[in-house]
Nanobody
């Protein structure tokens, strides 16, 4: 299984971005998926996750602003990010997990700045 993240970029505060994570190989619909981020000098943290059944969970700082979703037919994970803040600036990574197997994507940079 390989994961390819895309959709990052430079956006002004209050703006929106949609990240995508395309999976190749394996059975995408069986994976629990997640978005993580790592800001400079900080540890990688969970942003949002979605189970194979579609249950979602968010870190408190993004609740009401971000939405995670998946399209199993397209084998793609999404993260819709609205009302972006400078503190959302980080490299965003997607993660797939099936039982004890974990796969990471390569990361996409999100910069929120005026």
């Amino acid at each position: 299984v390989q994961l390819q993240a895309s959709g990052g970029g430079l956006v002004q505060p209050g703006g929106s971005l949609r990240l995508s994570c395309a999976a190749s190989g394996g059975v995408f619909s069986t994976y629990n998926m997640g978005w993580y981020r790592q800001a400079p000098g900080k540890q990688r943290e969970l942003v949002a996750e979605i189970t194979s059944r579609g249950n979602t969970n968010y870190v408190d700082s993004v609740k009401g602003r971000f939405a995670i979703s998946r399209d199993n037919a397209r084998r793609t994970l999404y993260l819709q990010m609205n009302s972006l803040k400078p503190e959302d600036t980080a490299v965003y990574y997607c993660k797939a997990q099936y039982l004890q197997y974990i796969i990471w994507g390569q990361g996409t940079q999100v910069t929120v700045s005026s």
